[in-house]
């Protein structure tokens, strides 16, 4: 059963920066993409990134773009997220999640598995 | 980016009754659409991708129809378990965008 499990979140000033992880096991990570979503407190979800299997393909939500950068490590079966230039409505619970398949421009795009998420807080 | 718009935005029903929550996209999008359940506290879990395709192990009383612009999720007969929080999601083009959600209630 796919695992992923997520890090590095926390309590931030704005205008700093974050990188949250996310571990993958129990599936072959490089045979899919991967996405970063997010939730604010009582809020609704948003997409925020997506990389295919060979990071030959990222996507951005608008909202980040320029400021956050998604990566991975498929010799380390992990996703990552750097956050930089945080602002207060970058607070959120942070969730990554496996696509269905390996690309994320074409295909199924739809995510099957979801970890905990990680909780990024900024304020000063 | 494509806007989804979900409605009710909440309903209250009982144990036994057929729910159905739509989600109309602001321009066509085949069918590539997906419903997802999130329960208080807890990670969405996808129900059905491709508009109508079931996700392995989700019930059967959950089913999706519709394609272009228009789509529905419906629970033939609403469980205990089923009360939720319910989202849309296209993924015809980026940004991926959700729709505001559905919150489904005891009666």
């Known amino acids: 059963e796919a695992q992923l499990v997520e890090s590095g979140g926390g309590l931030v000033q704005p205008g700093r920066s974050l990188r949250l992880s996310c571990a993958a096991s129990?599936?072959?990570?490089?045979?899919?993409?991967m996405h970063w979503v997010r939730q604010a407190p009582g809020k609704g979800l948003e997409w925020v990134s997506g990389i295919n299997w060979n990071s030959g393909s990222i996507e951005y939500a608008d909202a980040v773009k320029g400021r956050f950068t998604i990566s991975r490590d498929n010799t380390k079966n992990s996703l990552y997220l750097q956050m930089n230039s945080l602002r207060p409505e970058d607070a959120a619970l942070y969730y990554c999640?496996?696509?269905?398949?390996?690309?994320?421009?074409?295909?199924?795009?739809?995510?099957?598995?979801w970890g905990q998420g990680t909780l990024v807080a900024v304020s000063s | 980016a494509v806007q989804l718009t979900q409605s009710p935005s909440s309903l209250s029903a009982s144990v036994g009754d057929r729910v159905t929550i739509t989600c109309r996209a602001s321009q066509g999008i085949r069918s590539d659409l997906g419903w997802y359940q999130q329960k208080p506290g807890k990670a969405p879990k996808l129900l059905v991708y491709a508009a109508s395709t079931l996700q392995s192990g989700v019930p059967s009383r959950f089913s999706g129809s519709g394609s272009v612009t228009d789509f529905s999720l419906t629970i033939s007969s609403l469980q205990p378990e089923d009360f939720a929080t319910y989202y849309c999601l296209q993924t015809y083009s980026y940004p991926l965008t959700f729709g505001g959600g559905t919150k489904v209630e005891i009666k």
């Open positions: 129990g599936f072959t990570f490089d045979d899919y993409a």
């Open positions: 999640a496996k696509a269905l398949s390996y690309n994320i421009l074409t295909g199924l795009i739809f995510f099957d598995h």
